[in-house]
Nanobody, 114 residues
Framework: QVQLVESGGGLVQPGGSLRLSCAAS????????MGWFRQAPGKERDLVAT???????NYADSVKGRFTISKDNAKNTVYLQMNSLKPEDTAVYYC????????WGQGTQVTVSS
C-alpha cells in the first residue's frame, strides 16, 4: 500500500499563487505516473495534471500555462505549482499514484476568493 499526504492548500486571492505538495510513503519513481486531480462541490473529480515516471507531463486545458507539475524522486514528493489562480480553481485537490493499483491522498482544500 502507498500512503499519500497532500499539503499546501489554503485561501488565496484571485491572481495569487500556491504550491501543493504530495509526499508518498514509497518511491514515486516506482509509479507509472503521478497526478493531481481536483473536485469542486457537486462536480466530478477531474484530471488537472500528470507526470510519468520518465518525466513527461500533461495538463487539463483549463490550467495550461498557469499550473506546473513536477517531482523530486529523492524526496518522494510531487508538486503542483499554481499561478494566476482563478475562483473556478477552487476545489479539493487530490494526489494520485498510478501503479498496479491506484492510490489517492486525503486531499487538500484550495479556495480562491477575494
Amino acid at each position: 500500500q502507498v500512503q499519500l499526504v497532500e499539503s499546501g492548500g489554503g485561501l488565496v486571492q484571485p491572481g495569487g499563487s500556491l504550491r501543493l505538495s504530495c509526499a508518498a510513503s514509497t518511491s514515486i519513481f516506482s509509479a507509472n505516473a503521478m497526478g493531481w486531480f481536483r473536485q469542486a462541490p457537486g462536480k466530478e473529480r477531474d484530471l488537472v495534471a500528470t507526470i510519468t515516471r520518465g518525466g513527461s507531463t500533461n495538463y487539463a486545458d483549463s490550467v495550461k500555462g498557469r499550473f506546473t507539475i513536477s517531482k523530486d524522486n529523492a524526496k518522494n514528493t510531487v508538486y503542483l505549482q499554481m499561478n494566476s489562480l482563478k475562483p473556478e480553481d477552487t476545489a479539493v485537490y487530490y494526489c494520485r499514484y498510478y501503479g498496479v493499483y491506484d492510490y489517492w491522498g486525503q486531499g487538500t482544500q484550495v479556495t480562491v476568493s477575494s
